[in-house]
């Protein structure tokens, strides 16, 4: 069966400062992997996804993440945070095994400080 | 792309009562889903249809029902609401490009009293 991890419930970070949030996941065949983020209230937007090609995914937002097989994982960076970017953000993996049923993470909530 | 409308955003009824969620899509996409989301919590599939007349239970049982007699529409009811039932409710749908990605509705916020 497949699965995610987020293993942070809650980070919190400075305007300006650094972001990298972490996903691992279990599946097993080839992943299809997407980030996704949640502002209150609101459904999820995609942030970017990994199907296959560079392991470097560039998204919107000016978020990127790598996919590293050898570590089951696929973090979620961004170099320079905004305060818009505070909000609740979940990887999922799926694919063509699963019938491309999405199985998401608990989530981790980002707590913007100015 | 995908637009991705629900009905209504909020809602607000006493037990006993009968009622129906709205997902609509513009997109002609084949599949679409919907998910359960309690307040901070992980999302979970209760339904999915891959097509007219395809509608299929997800990992997390529900006492919902779904149908899909049209592509863009798929309706979620519940027979009897219960204080249980409340929860937030996300509506999506993937075309077969781009490895099904799943493009989520704005959500219906659901409470019974």
């Known amino acids: 069966a497949q699965s995610v991890t987020q293993p942070d419930i809650h980070i919190t970070v400075s305007e300006g400062a650094s972001l990298e949030l972490r996903c691992n996941y279990s599946?097993?065949?080839?992943?299809?992997l997407f980030w996704y983020v949640q502002s209150p209230g609101q459904g999820l937007q995609l942030l970017l996804k990994y199907f296959s090609g560079d392991t470097l995914v560039q998204g919107i937002k000016g978020f990127e993440a790598e996919f590293k097989r050898s570590q089951s994982s696929f973090n979620l960076r961004k170099p320079s945070v905004h305060w818009s970017d505070a909000a609740e953000y979940f990887c999922a993996v799926g694919g063509e095994a699963a019938g491309n049923k999405l199985t998401f993470g608990g989530g981790t909530r980002v707590l913007v400080k100015p | 792309e995908a637009d991705i409308y629900q009905t209504p955003r909020y809602l607000v009824i006493g037990t006993g009562k009968k009622i129906t969620l709205e997902c609509s899509q513009t997109m002609g996409h084949d599949k679409m889903y919907w998910y359960q989301q309690d307040p901070g919590m992980e999302l979970h599939l209760i339904h999915y249809s891959y097509g007219v007349n395809s509608t299929e239970k997800g990992d997390l049982s529900s006492e919902s029902t779904v149908s899909r007699i049209r592509t863009e529409h798929f309706p979620l009811t519940l027979e009897s609401a219960r204080p249980s039932h409340t929860s937030q409710y996300l509506c999506?749908?993937?075309?077969?490009?781009?490895?099904?990605?799943?493009?989520f509705g704005p959500g219906t916020r659901l409470t019974v009293l």
């Open positions: 999506a749908s993937s075309d077969r490009a781009g490895a099904d990605t799943q493009y």
């Open positions: 599946y097993g065949a080839t992943p299809y």
